[in-house]
């Protein structure tokens, strides 16, 4: 029932991550480290009033260095390089390369205890990157040589946010508390990064401002809380490969908002990231029963 639970929660991140591409062409043209710092401190405040409300719960934040080293590395890095990624290649290549986490995910925790990597939970995250694939392919898909480094940091994004998913498994025991303190180091250094590398631009009314606190509160603020909770106590395996639903929906709610065009490969896409999240879930939808011993035995 744990696993399960966790499993749903994990999911719940995947639903608000959903919302990021439609809250952040709503948001308007904030360059993206000032956007990053907003939204990350925005996404702290529900820790930090519960820390408010119940300061006994602040002793959880004390934990070993390469927790804190891992978990803020893993939400900072991922943000700095995708950032890095995009400006340095094209949206769509680099954005292709950066989502390989989930595939990284499923494979990789074949090596954690406690798991096995069975033939389904890859096949199921490789129609999830078939599917990843017909949706960003759609005006088309090249690499080309001049923006290696943008190809790069899109490899290392992915590799980043895979082995920070992986290794939060191995700190089970570590309250999801702590993913209070990531966001404001994360808000800290977006704030740094923006300081020196972009120019201040604020939203230009009161619907960008909701987006911005939208952004904050759900798919950069309580999304990371849920992803934690998710990778610790649910399905990994599932959950990386159901993660590929996030640039599906993004895509039908961007259409659904008239922030894009409807396309014949997202109804392909829709079909192979739904058929690979459930092949990849078999186990947990088809439970094996164990055999009843005959009345002979």
């Keep these: 029932m744990v696993k399960a639970r966790g499993t749903l929660i994990g999911f719940t991140a995947i639903l608000m991550w959903s919302l990021l591409a439609l809250m952040t062409a709503a948001s ?38 390469k927790v804190w080293i891992i978990g803020i590395a893993g939400l900072f890095g991922y943000h700095f390089l995708y ?4 400006r340095n290649a094209p949206a769509v290549e680099a954005g292709l390369i950066a989502y390989l986490w989930p595939l990284f995910i499923v494979v ?28 960003v392919s ?14 790069g940091a ?16 191995s700190f089970g025991r570590v309250s ?3 993913v209070t303190g990531f966001c404001l180091a994360t808000s ?23 987006a911005v606190v939208g952004l904050g509160l759900l798919p950069v603020g309580a999304a990371f809380y849920a992803w934690d909770y998710g990778v610790k106590n649910g399905d990994i395996q599932i959950i990386g490969a159901a993660s590929y639903a996030a ?15 409807p396309d014949w490969r997202i109804g392909l896409a829709c079909l192979l990231i739904t058929g690979g999240a459930v092949l990849a879930a078999r186990d947990m939808l088809m439970p094996k029963r164990s055999r009843q011993p005959s009345p002979a035995e």
């Design 28 to 65: 308007g043209k904030m360059p993206p480290f000032q956007l990053s710092a907003i939204s990350f401190a925005i996404g702290s405040l529900p820790g930090l009033l519960l820390f408010a409300a119940r300061p006994h719960r602040l002793r959880l934040l004390r934990q070993p260095p």
């Design 83 to 86: 950032f890095t990624a995009l």
């Design 247 to 261: 640039p599906l929906l993004s895509t039908l709610i961007l259409v659904a908002s008239g922030f894009a065009e």
């Design 154 to 169: 899109a490899f290392l994004c992915a590799f980043t946010w895979s082995g920070y998913s992986l290794l939060t498994r």
């Design 176 to 178: 999801t508390d702590v």
């Design 108 to 135: 990789g925790s074949a090596l954690l205890p406690g798991e096995r990597l069975r033939w389904h939970h890859v096949a199921g995250a490789v129609a999830g990157l078939a599917g990843t694939v017909a949706i």
């Design 138 to 151: 759609r005006k088309g898909i090249s690499f080309e040589d001049q923006y290696a480094l943008g190809y």
């Design 188 to 210: 800290l250094l977006s704030l740094i990064c923006h300081l020196f590398l972009e120019t201040t631009v604020w939203p230009a009314g009161g619907s960008e401002w909701l």
